[in-house]
């Protein structure tokens, strides 16, 4: 168990509509970092929240968005919803320091069908 | 970051050395060795990581070249939860970097 969770653990839903992703990152983590893996493009980064702040942003199409509550949990909004959305996202959390040799660490994931 | 290259698949038997190599000739003097591990459609679990010593953990070993273009990941007794996707990522250790995952080594451990 890496004490970061996620709900729901699957979610079914229809084209053209929006879902709501929760992450909670591990006691003490500032940064929260959101991944999606599908079947053809494998794991690839979407964004990074650092104590509520955007910090990094990867391959995130604009009908999705993040944000980061100030108790530091994290929501990934999925709009308009296709059928090439349907992939496991991932939620990490790390300390979020400027340690070097940080380590992220990875919730269990969502798995998200669109019919 | 800089680019990895590993073998896709791999075979180990049930109770012996299971290592996995890892090709990052294009590495700065900066940036980490990061192990992770996939099993299934679980999230990514960390393994180890480390910079230009020898690292050692209670999952694994990881051993790095004298000229950190290469690495190997070492788990000395492999058993059958250990079948999963290992991947092998070089990235700079702060907090601004995000992890790219390649392709990975598919390991089966058969018994």
């Known amino acids: 168990d890496s004490g970061v969770t996620q709900t729901p653990k699957h979610l079914i839903t229809a084209t053209g509509q929006r879902v709501t992703l929760r992450c909670s990152p591990r006691?003490?983590?500032?940064?929260v970092y959101w991944y999606q893996q599908s079947l053809d493009q494998g794991l690839q980064f979407l964004i990074q929240?650092?104590?509520?702040?955007?910090?990094a942003k990867g391959n995130i199409l604009e009908r999705f968005s993040a944000q980061q509550f100030p108790d530091l949990h994290s929501e990934l909004n999925l709009s308009s919803l296709e059928l090439g959305d349907s992939a496991l996202y991932f939620c990490?959390?790390?300390?979020?320091?400027?340690?070097?040799?940080?380590?992220?660490?990875f919730g269990p994931g969502t798995r998200l069908l669109v019919l | 970051d800089a680019k990895t290259t590993q073998p896709p698949s791999m075979d180990c038997a049930e109770g012996r050395a299971a290592n996995l190599p890892c090709n990052h000739s294009t590495i700065s003097g900066n940036e980490y060795v990061y192990w992770y591990r996939q099993i299934h459609s679980q999230g990514p679990q960390y393994i180890i990581h480390?910079?230009?010593n020898n690292e050692t953990n209670e999952m694994a070993s990881l051993i790095i070249t004298e000229d950190r273009k290469s690495s190997t990941l070492i788990l000395p007794h492999a058993t059958l939860r250990d079948t999963a996707v290992y991947y092998c990522?070089?990235?700079?250790?702060?907090?601004?970097?995000?992890?790219?995952f390649g392709g990975g080594t598919r390991l089966m451990v058969k018994p």
């Open positions: 990490a959390s790390s300390v979020g320091g400027r340690d070097r040799g940080e380590t992220q660490y």
């Open positions: 990522i070089v990235r700079v250790g702060n907090a601004g970097n995000m992890l790219t």
């Open positions: 006691s003490g983590d500032l940064s």
């Open positions: 480390g910079l230009k």
């Open positions: 929240y650092y104590n509520g702040e955007e910090r």
